[in-house]
């Protein structure tokens, strides 16, 4: 909504309506995802309640791939715990983006709110707060339809892994696919493109040298670093003028 005084005082109909349809994608995506992670996980000597709760408790999906492919590996409790750590650092930059536009809120409503950012969560309300049209209860909305599929989904595929080779239907792929969906629709320009090819580069370059994820986090902070630089260089605002803040 465009103000605060209606956002607090509208009808939840309204607002789980639309916060609702607007996680439709997310859901969609969310779906195929969670089977495979469920049947993965299942594979990997997990009962589906135990991968309902780590869907609960965790609630990444990335973080919790990489979870299940250690412990199936033998990998002791400690380097988990330190990698998914590591590798859900990233959630430090998307709630610093996403603070601007939830100081009006309660503690408890925050909390609630912070529980349930993802990467595709993060994406769109950022891009609808952005835009003036978005308030706080539609975006929990958004965060929470979304988290009820994945655990759903998640635990779902739990139950069929014995029914479902792991590679079947290309779902070991549809992680990598809903990525890249939300990374084009988050190239709002020049800028933008510049600092993905940046991060995809030194991401690569980083993989080779670094154990783990950590060069996930590194490779980020790297180029939005090298972003803010770009922005604010006379020779990038000439050719670009009218590129938006980041």
């Excluded at 792991?166 to 084009?184: H, Q, R, T």
């Amino acid at each position: 909504m465009n103000s605060d005084s209606t956002e607090h005082t509208e009808s939840w109909q309204p607002v789980i309506k639309d916060g609702t349809v607007a996680a439709g994608p997310i859901c969609l995506g969310y779906l195929p995802i969670g089977l495979a992670f469920g049947v993965i996980a299942q594979k990997a000597g997990l009962h589906p309640l135990e991968i309902g709760l780590m869907s609960l408790l965790v609630y990444a999906g990335s973080a919790q791939f990489i979870a299940v492919s250690m412990l199936d590996s033998g990998a002791a409790f400690v380097p988990v715990v330190i990698t998914i750590f590591m590798v859900n650092l990233r959630h430090l930059l998307m709630s610093s983006s996403l603070a601007v536009y939830l100081k009006d809120i309660s503690k408890g409503w925050l909390s609630l709110y912070a529980y349930g950012v993802t990467d595709e969560s993060f994406a769109l309300n950022i891009t609808r707060f952005r835009n003036g049209n978005w308030g706080w209860r539609r975006a929990i909305v958004v965060n929470h339809t979304s988290n009820i599929v994945w655990i759903g989904s998640t635990i779902t595929g739990g139950y069929c892994g014995d029914f479902i080779p792991s590679g079947a239907f290309g779902i070991d792929y549809a992680l990598i696919a809903m990525f890249i969906c939300l990374l084009v629709f988050q190239l709002r320009g020049l800028l933008y493109m510049i600092i993905a090819i940046i991060a995809g580069f030194l991401a690569v370059v980083l993989s080779l040298v670094l154990p783990g994820n950590s060069y996930i986090v590194i490779a980020s902070v790297i180029a939005a670093t090298i972003g803010v630089f770009l922005q604010k260089s006379k020779i990038f605002i000439k050719l670009n003028g009218n590129q938006k803040p980041l």
